[in-house]
Antibody, heavy 113, light 112 residues
């Protein structure tokens, strides 16, 4: 069955970067886009953007341009999201999703000094 | 950005009761390709969201047929015909017609 396995929780300092992974299995990785979604208690669910896993082409929500960078490694069927210049506002649970039909378990990112 | 307004914010129901959730969009969600990309998701406590319905009324594989979706343009409804205990959680509508994709604030379904 389709599975998206995300990397573990991150504790990061303000100004640093983190890179979250999303390893896919159970389907042809390059046949589906991977989306990334942010969830916070205050802002709810926010769509960050998606990556075309075949071509590597990306589409970002303007709000997250410069903050998130989406990449893929086709050899390992893994999608990545790097978050840079972290601030406390970036503290959230981040999900990857395949076509929004299948979701990873979420990765908690906590930004604190 | 498209704003999706969900009502009610909280819904209390008994097992077996039928309930409806409304989602109103600040813009028409009818795409130029003729499709309307309005989806419904459920997030159970402690779990990731799961897709229930896509493109207004299409049931995702494996989702019980007590769930149904309807609507057009700017007004959409999710109906649960006979709530079961496993249906408790937060329901979100989400649009994928206009960039950036956006979500409603959620409707929490609780047991009365």
């Amino acid at each position: 069955q389709v599975q998206l396995q995300q990397s573990g929780a991150e504790l990061a300092k303000p100004g640093s970067s983190v890179k979250i992974s999303c390893k896919a299995s159970g389907y042809t990785f390059t046949s589906y886009y991977i989306s990334w979604i942010k969830q916070t208690t205050g802002q709810g669910l926010e769509y960050i953007g998606y990556i075309n896993t075949g071509s590597g082409g990306t589409n970002y929500n303007e709000k997250f341009k410069g903050k998130a960078t989406l990449t893929v490694d086709k050899s390992s069927s893994t999608a990545f999201m790097q978050l840079s210049s972290l601030t406390p506002d970036d503290s959230a649970v981040y999900y990857c999703a395949r076509d929004l039909a299948d979701w990873g378990q979420g990765t908690l990112v906590t930004v604190s000094s | 950005d498209v704003v999706l307004t969900q009502t009610p914010p909280t819904l209390s129901a008994t097992i077996g009761q039928s309930v409806s959730i409304s989602c109103r969009s600040s813009q028409s969600l009818l795409d130029s390709d003729g499709d309307t990309y309005l989806n419904w998701l459920l997030q159970r406590p402690g779990q990731s969201p799961q897709l229930l319905i896509y493109s207004v009324s299409n049931l995702e594989s494996g989702v019980p047929n007590r769930f149904s979706g309807s609507g057009s343009e700017t007004d959409f409804t999710l109906k649960i015909s006979g709530v079961e205990a496993e249906d408790l959680g937060v329901y979100y509508c989400m649009q994928a017609t206009h960039a950036p994709y956006t979500f409603g604030a959620g409707t929490k379904l609780e047991l009365k």
